[in-house]
């Protein structure tokens, strides 16, 4: 199998140097730039299987890169996973106006951008669970083509929110914790990161419009998937 493509768009060359390092010991491919431009470039020229992008860049920074990456008929499957300094920023940076996949909080141990690495890598190359198309709620999830309509209109939704659409929708009724979606949808269950999930959610919600109070959120557990409005 050939390696998979990461492009590690960062300014602070010790950065680069050890995320280099320890992506290449997992055998991925790397990829470097060191401004936002050429992370830009690079991308459509290269088609990485990830992006890792810092969020403080010179000139460019990396909200208007991923931004720019997500509306890039090219790149915007492409995930991303951004580098931030302050846990604070997070919301924003994954939240639906900028379209990151994941986040990791500066400074982060090389062990656990790799288990990160991996863990979005699968879930993008690997098909949604159960192949069969799902058609509820006024809703049809194909998994085989990735696919979500509500009505006869094609949502916009990244890898992530997909599977996350499918994973509770094939799971109607059923409310899920934070904790089993991390590990279903993500991949990982990481303590502290339950408000991924949130952001995400909430990010679905709007592509779901008026299908939007489908998901409902269970106080102090997670969230159900609701066949009936
Ligand atoms: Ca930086």
Redesign the pocket.
Known sequence: MAKATVLVV???KD?IDVVDFNLQQAGYRVLKATDGAEGLRLARDQSPDLVVL?????AMD?KEVCRRLKQGENTREIPVLM?T?LASETDRIIGFEIGADDYLTKPFSPRELVLRVQAILRRSQEPAGDAATLSLAGLTIDPARHTALAGEEELDLTATEFKLLHYLAAHAGKVQTREVLLSRVWGYAYEGYARTVDTHVRRLRKKLGPLAERIETVRGIGYRFREEP
């Not at 810092?54 to 010179?58: F, G, I, R, S, Y």
């Open positions: 960062e300014d602070e950065i810092d969020l403080m860049l010179p990396g580098l300094a």
